[in-house]
């Protein structure tokens, strides 16, 4: 089993859409966990950091669920130039590892 | 912009050759990890440098190695090149202190290997 897991999509939707995407983790040990959005053939940006049950930052909301592992990424009234790869990151619990989900593409259309 | 730089930004290589790729940390950042991304995929942990050694390591095999110097700047060396080598190789630093472990990314450097 991969230690991170994500639908590649693509998720195809339409301006002010809201989507969700998932992630599930195998490591019951991590502690904190990551979204990145990569623009096509541009390094990975930080988006959010998820530590406890969630985390907001304005129309995006990420949240965790350690009983069944697996973080979310809400973005709500989506725009255009939210079309990207979404990348879920999983360290292992001493940080001396990193696991990168294999991204979720996301198309925002007018 | 995240303050990490790489360079180069392209190289060419041809099988069985070496590579030296090398990454400049963000001010204020020891520790650097190195990834390795091929078309379409995640980016994969190639390892982790803090304080001049490696603390961690993914599944790549030994003719991957780095190295950290004191300004905790890097390098990734790749010998006996081959093929699937062919990526985008990013290069993320981070602060190793209670709290964040955040990564930034440098822009990348792509190899291509012939």
């Known amino acids: 089993r991969k230690e991170v897991e994500q639908d590649p999509g693509p998720f195809n939707v339409p301006e002010g859409a809201t989507v969700a995407f998932n992630c599930t983790y195998s490591n019951s040990a991590s502690q904190s966990f990551f979204w990145y959005r990569q623009d096509c053939r541009k390094e990975p940006k930080l988006l959010m950091s998820?530590?406890?049950s969630g985390n907001e930052d304005g129309r995006f909301t990420a949240q965790l669920n350690r009983a069944s592992q697996y973080i979310s990424l809400l973005i709500r009234d989506s725009k255009l130039s939210d079309s990207a790869t979404y990348l879920c990151?999983?360290?292992?619990?001493?940080?001396?590892?990193?696991?990168f989900g294999s991204g979720t593409k996301l198309n925002v259309k007018p | 912009e995240t303050g990490v730089t790489q360079s180069p930004t392209h190289l060419i290589k041809t099988r069985g050759q070496q590579v030296t790729l090398r990454c400049s940390s963000q001010?204020?950042?020891?520790?650097v990890s190195w990834y390795q991304q091929a078309l379409g995929q995640g980016p994969q942990f190639i390892f982790q440098?803090?304080?001049?050694?490696?603390?961690g390591r993914g599944n790549f095999p030994p003719r991957f190695s780095g190295l950290q110097f004191p300004n905790y700047s890097s390098e990734l060396n790749v010998n006996a090149l081959e093929l699937d080598d062919s990526a985008l190789y990013l290069c993320a630093s981070r602060k190793l202190a209670g709290g964040l472990n955040e990564q930034f990314f440098g822009p990348g450097t792509r190899l291509t290997v012939l």
């Open positions: 440098y803090y304080r001049e050694e490696e603390n």
């Open positions: 998820v530590y406890s």
């Open positions: 001010s204020g950042h020891n520790t």
């Open positions: 990151v999983v360290p292992e619990y001493n940080f001396n590892k990193f696991y």
